[in-house]
């Protein structure tokens, strides 16, 4: 009741900060600042029975679906930030993206206030950023990023970006290092690419950003409850079957169940050359067990010109949950036991298992653009579909594929 009540709030908090944001341009340009930014990107792959995404929450369409798309990275967004007094300020931001509806539709990325209770520490109220990642603020801001895209095996572990609930944040100087702590708690309503609702209640996170010299450390913990609408009919499915099957149920369905993240991150960056790094863990008690993901990042800057070399990998343990006993059950129902066997079965070997290796260049063509080439080489593990999605049935788990990108990141105006 607790989350439902949160989520209408958020709603409704959402919808009235709208004028109160449009309204600002009577505060004087100077209280108004905008920023567009965007990327526009053609990916190849030599996929041909499955295809690429770059987030588990937009539909992939590199592969199976065409061989050269230009929907996986492309996208328009644009931010306007409103100082209403000294201490209260807002900001919004829409982004229009390739969606799970199969267009480019814009949402609202970003809607909130926030209120500087005393320097430093300050309030939020709306839908605010998850910084779950070293990237988190500007994942979407390419031309703020050292790659074409974040390592998918990595950032796709919490694919949701946002929160619609209140966050606070306290920015302190320890002698020359600089730490900023954030805590955050709220909801979130998603659709996957595959057409599944993803619900997140409850959800919280604690993460401290500390910056020293050159060096830039990041960790953070975040848990939250889960709601996966494709496991709704799997699991209620089983819960028919008497006492075996409810306990099949309670000990595989995600539903209701808590999903942890812990990401430890640094990033070294003196000038002409750079290095970051990644390390995530996420945990649940159900089906979706334990997963793991890494990634390092290495270039150096000659001039206009970055070539970088990216090394990325997720594994989950594939694991065999008991199932149902069909003999001696009437023909029907037997039938229906081992549909269900089947699908829970292949839910439990169905694990993002793959490392990949990437080389990328990118070209700075000035201040407010830059011209990015990236080859990737995926190898998935055995039995694996890896991070792919729309599989056909002639793929195979398993074997490796190709990924040829090209984009260009800008700002605007």
């Known amino acids: ?74 996208l328009l967004g644009g931010q306007m930030s409103v100082q209403f007094s000294e201490r209260l300020s807002g ?43 070293l990237v988190s603020n500007y994942r979407k801001v390419g031309i703020a990023t050292p790659w074409l895209r974040p390592p998918v095996e990595l950032y796709d572990m919490v694919p949701i970006t946002t929160s619609d609930g209140i966050g606070a944040r306290l920015q302190t100087s320890l002698g020359e290092a600089f730490s900023v702590l954030e805590l955050t708690y709220g909801v979130n309503d998603s659709e996957v690419a595959s057409g599944t609702d993803l619900k997140i209640r409850d959800g919280w996170g604690i993460t401290e950003t500390l910056e020293f010299g050159a060096w830039t450390l990041h960790g953070s913990i975040h848990g939250a409850t889960i709601n996966i609408s494709s496991f709704t009919p799997l699991f209620d499915g089983f819960r028919g079957f ?63 010109l970055t070539p970088y070399l990216t090394l990325a990998t997720t594994s989950e343990a594939q694991h065999e949950p008991p199932l149902l006993d069909t003999g001696g059950l009437p023909p029907a129902l037997a039938a229906t036991a081992q549909a269900l066997n089947t699908n829970l079965r292949d839910s439990a070997r169905d694990r993002p298992n793959q490392t990949t290796g990437s080389l990328g260049l990118r070209w700075t063509l000035n201040s407010r653009a830059a011209l990015v080439f990236e080859y990737s080489h995926t190898d998935l593990g055995a039995d694996s579909s890896g991070t792919l999605i729309n599989e056909q049935p002639g793929f195979e788990p398993g074997g490796s594929f190709n990924l040829f990108s090209a984009a260009v990141h800008f700002l605007f105006p």
């Open 1 to 74: 009741m607790k989350s439902l009540a949160l989520k209408h709030v958020g709603s409704l908090l959402l919808l009235s900060l709208i004028p109160a944001l449009l309204s600002a341009a009577e505060l004087g340009e100077r209280a108004v600042e905008f920023d567009g930014f965007g990327t526009l990107g053609l990916v190849w792959t030599d996929l041909e029975q499955a295809d690429f995404t770059a987030s588990s929450l937009k539909p992939g369409s590199a592969g199976y679906t065409r061989s050269v798309s230009g929907d996986v990275d492309s």
């Open 242 to 304: 008497g006492a075996v099957g409810q306990a099949i149920a309670e000990t595989y369905d995600p539903n209701g169940e808590q999903y942890y993240y812990f990401g430890l991150a640094a990033s070294y960056d003196p000038g002409d050359w750079f290095v970051l790094g990644e390390l995530g863990h996420a945990q649940s008690d159900s089906i979706l067990n334990e997963r793991y993901a890494a990634y390092l990042t290495a270039g150096i800057r000659a001039g206009s």
């Open 91 to 133: 900001i919004v931001q829409v982004i229009a993206e390739k969606n799970p509806g199969d267009d480019y539709a814009p949402h609202v990325e970003w809607l909130n206030l926030q209120y500087e209770i005393s320097p430093g520490f300050s309030l939020s109220l709306g839908r605010t950023v998850i910084p779950s990642f």
